[in-house]
């Protein structure tokens, strides 16, 4: 196992466009999360699911975001009628459930809204 | 809420010197956990050390340990015989015991001089 894997790695999107981003996390790991990181900040979180169900939301979250995590495997955020605000680095996270430190990033999806 | 607080956006140290990185935390939870992260230009995040909060002794990886102050929420980062490689944007980071998302500080740069 190759550990967490982020798709794309940098995206450039125009405003008001749709982008999806990817990540296939550790294939034990039963917990997915996604943060977002803007220039200077750390991680904040924005969802997370255990197995397909997803439990938590942040408040970040508006209603422009959607993530899924079909079969409960790989799951995929996507952002529609994107801003320049988006703009950020998206990382993803899994755990194995009942470990609370057994946490492993992605190395994350630069998006670039221009 | 919970909040995380590193108040050193930069600091510096030389080569083979011991550099020491505050933290300071907000939470009346009893059971939680503190982490310190690393993330290098390569972007992802890399679970430097961790503590339990149950624990009185201080945690202590390889050239990396903490000071843990409970009672003054303070959970500071010692490097010891730093290299080239420390180099990184190293965050805080807290985790309730009955959550599963992390609180990011907002990070320190360190920079390891010749």
């Known amino acids: 196992d190759t550990g967490v894997s982020q798709d794309p790695r940098h995206k450039i999107t125009k405003r008001g466009q749709n982008v999806t981003f990817r990540c296939d996390p550790i294939s034990e790991h039963n917990r997915l999360y996604w943060y977002r990181q803007t220039l200077g900040q750390g991680p904040e979180f924005l969802t997370y699911f255990q197995n397909e169900a997803q439990l938590e939301k942040s408040r970040l979250l508006s209603d422009r975001f959607s993530a899924e995590r079909p079969k409960g495997s790989f799951s995929t955020l996507e952002i529609q009628r994107t801003e320049q605000g988006d703009s950020a680095m998206y990382l993803c996270?899994?755990?194995?459930?009942?470990?609370?430190?057994?946490?492993?990033f992605g190395s994350g999806t630069r998006l670039t809204v221009v | 809420a919970q909040t995380v607080t590193q108040s050193q956006p930069e600091m510096s140290v030389q080569e083979a010197e011991t550099v020491t990185l505050s933290c300071t935390y907000d939470t009346s939870e009893s059971d939680y956990y503190l982490f310190w992260y690393k993330q290098p230009p390569s972007r992802q995040m890399i679970l430097v050390i961790r503590?339990?909060?149950?624990?009185?002794q201080n945690a202590t990886e390889n050239r990396f340990s903490v000071n843990f102050q409970k009672a003054a929420k303070s959970f500071s980062l010692k490097i010891s015989d730093s290299q080239l490689g420390d180099a990184a944007m190293y965050f805080c980071a807290y985790r309730a015991g009955t959550a599963s998302k992390l609180t990011f500080g907002t990070g320190t740069r360190l920079q390891v001089t010749l």
């Open positions: 503590q339990e909060a149950y624990k009185q």
């Open positions: 996270a899994s755990s194995l459930a009942g470990q609370p430190y057994g946490y492993t």
